[in-house]
């Protein structure tokens, strides 16, 4: 193997367990604690959920950072109020994030954005770590929000 070469790492269907992990984390969040913030500087619980599924939408929707699916950008912002909501949208973008990565010439692809005075070339692989890693990262903050409220999760990572 030559040094700049990788081996072969097969992740994807390893992803499903963080989705569902936030599913559990959409289920488990109090009625009245989906606006609560630790402080007012911070997302609220809803917010964060909104965030998380928006971000899927927009690397893979609107072209502006690379992937156009050709599937809609529907401003969720606006119409993810309720627990059913916050859910049906994880689902519906994780569907998408599916899609994507069995979408071969899509992960394969270059994709540019100029960013702050420089263009940016990405290809589909980094596009699915960098959702992968967001995902993540907002799963963690969310167990943090749980732990603040004395909610017990059970998911242990
Ligand atoms: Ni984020």
Not at 70 to 86: F, H, K, M, S, V
Not at 99 to 111: E, G, K, M, P
Not at 137 to 150: N, S
């Given at each position: 193997?030559?040094?700049?070469?990788?081996?072969?790492?097969?992740?994807?269907?390893?992803?499903?367990?963080?989705?569902?992990?936030?599913?559990?984390?959409?289920?488990?969040?109090?009625?009245?604690?989906?606006?609560?913030?630790?402080?007012?500087?911070l997302?609220?619980?809803?917010?964060?959920?909104?965030?998380?599924?928006?971000?899927?939408?927009?690397?893979?929707?609107?072209?502006?950072?690379?992937?156009?699916?050709?599937?809609?950008?529907?401003?969720?912002?606006?119409?993810?109020?309720?627990?059913?909501?916050?859910?049906?949208?994880?689902?519906r973008?994780?569907?998408?994030?599916?899609?994507?990565?069995?979408?071969?010439?899509?992960?394969?692809?270059?994709?540019?954005?100029?960013w702050?005075?420089?263009?940016?070339?990405?290809?589909?692989?980094?596009?699915?770590?960098?959702?992968?890693?967001?995902?993540?990262?907002?799963?963690?903050?969310?167990?943090?929000?749980?732990?603040?409220?004395?909610?017990?999760?059970?998911?242990?990572?």
């Open positions: 193997m030559q040094s700049n070469e990788f081996p072969c790492l097969h992740i994807s269907r390893y992803w499903r367990s963080v989705q569902d992990n936030l599913l559990q984390i959409v289920d488990l969040v109090p009625d009245d604690k989906f606006d609560w913030s630790p402080k007012d500087d997302w609220n619980c809803r917010g964060i959920l909104i965030h998380v599924a928006d971000a899927r939408d927009g690397w893979l929707a609107d072209g502006r950072h690379g992937v156009q699916d050709g599937e809609p950008y529907p401003n969720i912002w606006l119409t993810a109020r309720t627990r059913d909501d916050l859910r049906r949208e994880l689902v973008t994780f569907e998408r994030v599916e899609r994507f990565l069995n979408n071969r010439s899509q992960l394969d692809a270059a994709y540019s954005e100029e702050n005075g420089q263009t940016l070339t990405r290809n589909g692989h980094w596009i699915a770590f960098h959702l992968l890693e967001h995902d993540i990262h907002h799963r963690a903050e969310l167990l943090q929000r749980l732990a603040l409220l004395d909610i017990a999760h059970g998911i242990d990572i």
